[in-house]
């Protein structure tokens, strides 16, 4: 059996305390299905779209029934839970993305978003991450050009954090708002998030459990802002 990193099993936490093993998934912005080949494996039946062809190829070589399809245009399919990671904020049109995901809800059935809020990082939260930056650096090849390798190359990490995110499409709070219009708002959570830009493809992933480790404690002592969000949302009834 394939094993599941860090970053996919953290995710996977969250589905699982909306929709349980067994329920039917359609993950919009899949990318290259490592999501959804740890949540078909763990009993969940996915259907996952992506816009980037190649992305939709690397799924479909993990066995995944993936797509190549600009969200809202899809067939109309009906499922348990629509799953959004790391999708929304790149896809252009947000209420009609939502209002379609919300359309095509079974009955009790849930929008899932993961993202995040990178204007909320504090002074502390981006100094913490780029010492772990550094920390990873150490032991591992950062991947080029990666956020982590940005930053920590940047004379000035602060400007660099918020310019670096700068060509997102939506905010947290413009997604939060259109999820609203469409939707009943269910459940808000920050969660840890920074460790995941400290993965590169093939390297140990030690640093970057520990890493995730640290996170989670520095978020739970308030000495760090935790970035990730997760929203939940059910039809109006
Ligand atoms: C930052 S990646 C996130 C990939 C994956 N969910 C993850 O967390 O690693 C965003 C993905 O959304 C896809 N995407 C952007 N707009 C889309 C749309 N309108 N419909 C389908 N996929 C879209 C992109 O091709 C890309 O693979």
């Not at 990082?121 to 390798?149: D, G, K, M, P, Y």
């Amino acid at each position: 059996m394939a094993a599941v990193d860090i970053a996919t099993a953290h995710t996977i936490d969250f589905v699982r305390q909306w929709a349980p093993p067994g329920a039917s998934i359609l993950e919009i912005g899949g990318g290259r299905g490592d999501l959804a080949a740890a949540l078909s494996r763990d009993g969940y039946a996915v259907t996952m779209i992506d816009a980037a062809p190649e992305a939709v190829a690397a799924a479909q070589a993990k066995g995944i029934a993936a797509h190549q399809a600009v969200w809202p245009q899809f067939p109309s399919l009906s499922v348990d839970a629509v799953l959004f990671t790391r999708s929304l904020h790149h896809i252009e049109g947000l209420s009609a993305a939502l209002e379609a995901a919300r359309a095509r809800l079974n009955a009790g059935g849930v929008i899932l978003v993961e993202d995040f809020d990178f204007p909320s990082a504090n002074e502390a939260t981006i100094r913490w991450f780029v010492a772990q930056a550094r920390r990873t650096a150490a032991s591992n090849t950062l991947t080029a050009h990666s956020f982590a390798a940005v930053i920590l190359a940047a004379r000035d990490p602060f400007a660099t954090w918020t310019h670096d995110h700068d060509h997102e499409h939506h905010s947290i709070g413009a997604i939060d708002e259109a999820l609203g219009a469409v939707a009943r708002i269910v459940s808000r959570e920050d969660a840890a998030y920074l460790y995941r830009h400290l993965i590169s493809a093939g390297a140990d992933e030690s640093p970057v459990k520990a890493a995730f480790g640290e996170e989670l404690s520095a978020i739970e002592r308030g000495l760090i802002v935790g970035v990730g969000r997760r929203i939940v949302a059910k039809a109006h009834p």
